[in-house]
């Protein structure tokens, strides 16, 4: 034992002459050349001195991240406006033992966002899945689909008030995967019946959450309609009277079945009395698409 105590006595001495006579050239000439294993003992000493020597700093993130590698590659790929320092949530850590309360342990988010959503949403993860992804963690449809009514009045009234198909589906049957997932209306509808690019060609006729009610603008082309009403396009096509140049939208203007009265384009373009006889413009002018006196 005593044996062993000794060295670093020895070695403590050892330093002190360095340090004393240390480095410079005294040192040099004392020592005369550097052999490798003089040349170790210095470093040795040096760095020992040194570390001792420095201020103890907070751990950084990046060396929570050693450890943590995974917490940190989850805040840096999906973290969102959570890519803050860990030690800003963690004032305190590693407290934790079994037996303890984790919730003493870790931080509540109470803390910084308070009753974030008012006093109802208070288990916070059960939504929001991940503490260091917490956009990206909303991915629990089923709790996150029994509330979707009380964020989204707006678009739960609207399901209720124009019943339609839409209306018996589950909102998260169609923004199903995650919260905010919007989906294309041909994931359901392969086959429609005008041509797709995205939604904005389909909820120009029917809003996603009032499919039947619908409505277009006067200037919609009439290739819009002619999927169902072939024979109507055609014809109208085909007339040389001058209603051929107008797009079916603009008679049949804002929403679908719409029935236009011709007085309200042409006031009243003959006698008052001639027409007085007649039950209507179409017993002469016939299909309105053709112009056609009507065969008798
Ligand atoms: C915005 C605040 C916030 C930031 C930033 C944050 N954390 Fe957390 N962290 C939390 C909360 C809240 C919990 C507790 C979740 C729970 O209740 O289980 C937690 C839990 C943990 C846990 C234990 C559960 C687990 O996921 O393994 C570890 C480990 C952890 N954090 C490490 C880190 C590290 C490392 C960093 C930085 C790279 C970091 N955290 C950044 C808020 C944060
Ligand atoms: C030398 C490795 C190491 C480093 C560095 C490290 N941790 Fe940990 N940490 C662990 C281990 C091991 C556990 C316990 C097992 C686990 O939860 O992964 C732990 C647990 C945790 C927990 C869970 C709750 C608790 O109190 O036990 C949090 C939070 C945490 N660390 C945060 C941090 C933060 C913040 C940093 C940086 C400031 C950090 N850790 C640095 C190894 C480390
Ligand atoms: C130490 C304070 C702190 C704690 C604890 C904390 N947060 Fe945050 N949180 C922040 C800060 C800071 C922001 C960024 C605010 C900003 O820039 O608007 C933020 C932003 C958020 C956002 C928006 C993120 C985004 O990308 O838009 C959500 C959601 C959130 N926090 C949820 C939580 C949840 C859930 C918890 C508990 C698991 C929690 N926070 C704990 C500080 C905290
Ligand atoms: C029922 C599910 C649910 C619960 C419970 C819940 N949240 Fe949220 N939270 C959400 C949804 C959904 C959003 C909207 C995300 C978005 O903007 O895309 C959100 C957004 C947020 C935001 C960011 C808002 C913004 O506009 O940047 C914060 C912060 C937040 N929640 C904090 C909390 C806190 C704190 C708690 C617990 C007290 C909590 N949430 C509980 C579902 C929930
Ligand atoms: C805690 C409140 C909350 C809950 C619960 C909630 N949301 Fe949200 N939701 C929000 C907030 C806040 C936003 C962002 C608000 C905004 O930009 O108008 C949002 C945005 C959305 C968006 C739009 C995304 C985009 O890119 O425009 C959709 C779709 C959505 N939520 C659907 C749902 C559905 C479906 C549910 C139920 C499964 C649900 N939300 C549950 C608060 C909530
Ligand atoms: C048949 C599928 C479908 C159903 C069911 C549905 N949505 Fe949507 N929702 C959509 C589509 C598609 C959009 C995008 C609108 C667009 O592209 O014009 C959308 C958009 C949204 C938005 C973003 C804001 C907006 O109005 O554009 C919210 C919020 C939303 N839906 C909530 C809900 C809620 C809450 C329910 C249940 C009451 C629900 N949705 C039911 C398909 C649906
Ligand atoms: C998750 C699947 C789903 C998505 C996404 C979806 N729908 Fe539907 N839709 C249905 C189902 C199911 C029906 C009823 C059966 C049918 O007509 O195919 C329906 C019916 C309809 C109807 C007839 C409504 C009625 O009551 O007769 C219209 C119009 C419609 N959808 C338009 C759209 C449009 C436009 C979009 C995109 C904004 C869309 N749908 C997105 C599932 C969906
Ligand atoms: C110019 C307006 C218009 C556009 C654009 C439009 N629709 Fe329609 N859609 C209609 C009309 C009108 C009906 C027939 C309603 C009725 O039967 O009373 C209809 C009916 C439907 C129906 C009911 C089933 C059927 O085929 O009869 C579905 C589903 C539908 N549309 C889906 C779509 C989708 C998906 C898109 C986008 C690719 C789309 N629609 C674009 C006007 C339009
Ligand atoms: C998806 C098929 C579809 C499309 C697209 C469609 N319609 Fe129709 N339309 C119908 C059906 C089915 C009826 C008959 C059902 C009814 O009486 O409501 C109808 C009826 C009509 C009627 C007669 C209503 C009545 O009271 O007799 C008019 C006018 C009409 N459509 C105009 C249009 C115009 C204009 C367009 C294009 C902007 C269009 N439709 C697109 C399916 C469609
Ligand atoms: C939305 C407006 C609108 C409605 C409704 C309308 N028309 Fe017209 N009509 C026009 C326009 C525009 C012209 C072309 C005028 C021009 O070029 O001088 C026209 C032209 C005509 C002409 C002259 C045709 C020719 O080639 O010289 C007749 C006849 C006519 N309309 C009859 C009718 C009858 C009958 C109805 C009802 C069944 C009717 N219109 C409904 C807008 C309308
Ligand atoms: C100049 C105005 C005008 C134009 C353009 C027009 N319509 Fe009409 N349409 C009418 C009028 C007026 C009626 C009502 C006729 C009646 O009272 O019997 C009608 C009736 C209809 C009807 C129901 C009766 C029937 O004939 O089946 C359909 C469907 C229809 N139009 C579709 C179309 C389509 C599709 C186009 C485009 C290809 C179109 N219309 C263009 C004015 C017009
Ligand atoms: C007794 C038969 C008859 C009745 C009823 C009738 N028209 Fe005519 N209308 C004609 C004849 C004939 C012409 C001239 C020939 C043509 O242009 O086809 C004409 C021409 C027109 C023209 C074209 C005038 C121009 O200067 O080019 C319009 C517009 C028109 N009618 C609209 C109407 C409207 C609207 C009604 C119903 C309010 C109506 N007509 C009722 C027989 C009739």
New binding site residues.
């Given amino acids: 034992m005593k044996r062993v105590q000794k060295s670093p006595t020895t070695l403590i001495s050892f330093i002190l002459f360095i340090i004393i006579f240390g480095g410079a050239g005294p040192a040099a000439a004392l020592w005369g050349s550097d052999t490798a294993e003089e040349e170790n003992s210095k470093n040795a000493a040096t760095t020992l001195n040194d570390s001792y020597s420095q201020k103890i700093r907070p751990m950084k993130t990046v060396e929570c991240a050693r450890c943590h590698e995974s917490v940190f590659n989850t805040i840096r790929d999906n973290g969102g406006k959570h890519r803050q320092e860990c030690r800003l949530c963690h004032t305190t850590f590693h407290t934790y033992r079994p037996g303890s309360d984790w919730q003493q342990a870790v931080p509540n988010c109470e803390t910084c966002h308070g009753e974030f959503?008012g006093a109802e949403?208070k288990g916070c993860l059960e939504c929001h899945g991940d503490p260091h992804a917490p956009i990206a963690g909303l991915a629990n449809?089923d709790s996150?689909?029994k509330?979707?009514s009380?964020?989204?009045n707006i678009q739960s009234g609207e399901v209720n008030q124009y019943p339609s198909a839409h209306t018996e589906l589950e909102?998260?049957e169609c923004?199903h995967s995650r919260?905010?997932y919007?989906p294309d209306c041909t994931e359901c509808h392969t086959e429609p019946h005008t041509t797709f690019t995205d939604n904005s060609d389909c909820s120009s006729c029917h809003p996603a959450h009032r499919p039947t009610d619908i409505h277009y603008s006067d200037d919609t082309p009439s290739a819009a309609c002619s999927s169902c009403h072939e024979d109507t396009v055609t014809r109208l096509a085909s007339t040389t009277k001058k209603h051929s140049n107008l797009q079916c939208a603009y008679c049949h203007s804002e929403n679908h079945g719409n029935i236009p009265d011709c007085q309200k384009c042409h006031g009243v373009p003959h006698s008052q009395a001639m027409l007085d006889l007649f039950d209507g413009c179409l017993e002469c002018h016939g299909d309105p698409h053709a112009l056609v006196f009507p065969e008798k």
Wanted: net charge neutral.
């Fill in positions: 959503h949403f449809m996150l689909s509330n979707c009380t964020c989204h909102c998260n923004h919260h905010g919007v």
